[in-house]
Nanobody, 116 residues
Framework: QVQVVESGGGSVQAGGSLRLSCALS????????TGWYRQAPGKQRDLVAD???????SYVDSVKGRFTISRDNAKNTVYLEMNSLKPEDTGVYYC??????????WGQGTQVTVSS
């Protein structure tokens, strides 16, 4: 059965770093594209970073220069490296995977809390 497992969240002070992982397992198909979404308390879930099938990345303005999305195709894993974290980055982070066959999967979410 296909699984998408997120990990790497936690609580850090402002200026700290975290690396989130999103692993697609037990799938016949590889990752086609992935988006990382953030849902802050009381707010909607918004796209933060994306990497498409060509490896092209995009970021919301508020995280440009601080966050990096990357992919390890051999491991079917996508990462979100978060540096210089700010309290405004606090929220639940979800990965959304589009596989090469078409089906889409959401991760379970991982909490990121940044304190000042």
């Amino acid at each position: 059965q296909v699984q998408v497992v997120e990990s790497g969240g936690g609580s850090v002070q402002a200026g700290g770093s975290l690396r989130l992982s999103c692993a697609l397992s037990r799938s016949t198909f590889s990752i086609y594209s992935t988006g990382w979404y953030r849902q802050a308390p009381g707010k909607q879930r918004d796209l933060v970073a994306d990497i498409n099938n060509r490896g092209i990345t995009s970021y919301v303005d508020s995280v440009k220069g601080r966050f990096t999305i990357s992919r390890d195709n051999a491991k079917n894993t996508v990462y979100l490296e978060m540096n210089s974290l700010k309290p405004e980055d606090t929220g639940v982070y979800y990965c959304k995977i589009l596989t090469s066959a078409g089906p889409r999967y959401w991760g379970q979410g991982t909490q990121v809390t940044v304190s000042s």
